[in-house]
């Protein structure tokens, strides 16, 4: 019933920026926390950054000052803007929501395709 489309993934070099769109579609009615998460090959998937309906974020130690995590919510996405990116950036990032579907006032979370960001010389 819902749908999360990520974009803005690319190759990019050391110290180089990017920023990351996530749209959420189908039969919503309200959308609480979204977030971005990451998973590198070989490591578990972790969360980068979180963004309430009330606008409390959070972020994860490592890119803290870098990243900045922003929602508009007339359209019902989330973006991600990179910048400094390091190496240890590259990853596959996935866009999460929480959403409740029309006449439901439960949440359940919905998960994006993910996107690869790639930061290398």
């Known amino acids: 019933q819902v749908q999360l489309v990520e974009s803005g993934g690319g190759l990019v070099q050391p110290g180089g920026s990017l920023r990351l769109s996530c749209a959420a579609s189908?039969?919503?009615?309200?959308?609480?926390?979204m977030a971005w998460y990451r998973q590198a090959p070989g490591k578990q998937r972790e969360l980068v950054a979180a963004i309430t309906s009330g606008g409390r974020i959070n972020y994860v130690d490592s890119v803290e000052g870098r990243f900045t995590i922003s929602r508009d919510n007339a359209k019902n996405t989330v973006y991600l803007q990179m910048s400094g990116l390091k190496p240890e950036d590259t990853a596959v990032y996935y866009c999460n929501a929480e959403v409740a579907v029309v006449g439901s006032i439960v949440y359940y979370d919905y998960w994006g395709q993910g996107t690869q960001v790639t930061v290398s010389s």
């Open positions: 189908g039969n919503i009615f309200s959308i609480n926390t």
